[in-house]
């Protein structure tokens, strides 16, 4: 499986375990396989949700920021990757 760079994480919500994703390049949506990483650690997992300004929507783009709730800690600055076939 292949791995392109989408963009980073921006903010992360500790209480509600949600992550603020930044798409710099392509897009992001519902049903997408994405890796979080950082220097040491990294983890998969599908986007059950999207939502801008709490607002659920189906996908985002280039430019774009989107909250969506993850499987484990993530922080400001690791990089996300979309998983493709």
Same mark, same amino acid.
């Not at 992550?19 to 650690?41: R, S, Y």
């Given at each position: 499986?292949a791995?392109q760079?989408?963009?980073?994480v921006?903010?992360?919500f500790n209480k509600?375990?949600?992550a603020?994703?930044l798409?710099?390049?392509g #897009?992001?949506a519902?049903?997408?396989?994405i890796k979080? =990483?950082?220097?040491d %650690?990294?983890?998969q997992q599908i986007v059950?949700?999207l939502?801008?300004?709490k607002?659920?929507?189906?996908k985002?783009?280039?430019?774009? #920021?989107?909250g969506?709730?993850v499987?484990e800690?993530? =922080?400001?600055g690791? %990089?996300v990757?979309?998983?493709?076939?």
């Amino acid at each position: 499986m292949a791995e392109q760079l989408i963009g980073q994480v921006t903010h992360y919500f500790n209480k509600i375990g949600v992550a603020v994703v930044l798409v710099a390049k392509g #897009e992001l949506a519902v049903g997408d396989m994405i890796k979080f =990483k950082n220097a040491d %650690q990294e983890f998969q997992q599908i986007v059950g949700s999207l939502e801008v300004d709490k607002q659920p929507v189906g996908k985002i783009g280039e430019g774009e #920021e989107a909250g969506l709730k993850v499987d484990e800690l993530v =922080k400001q600055g690791w %990089q996300v990757y979309k998983v493709v076939e």
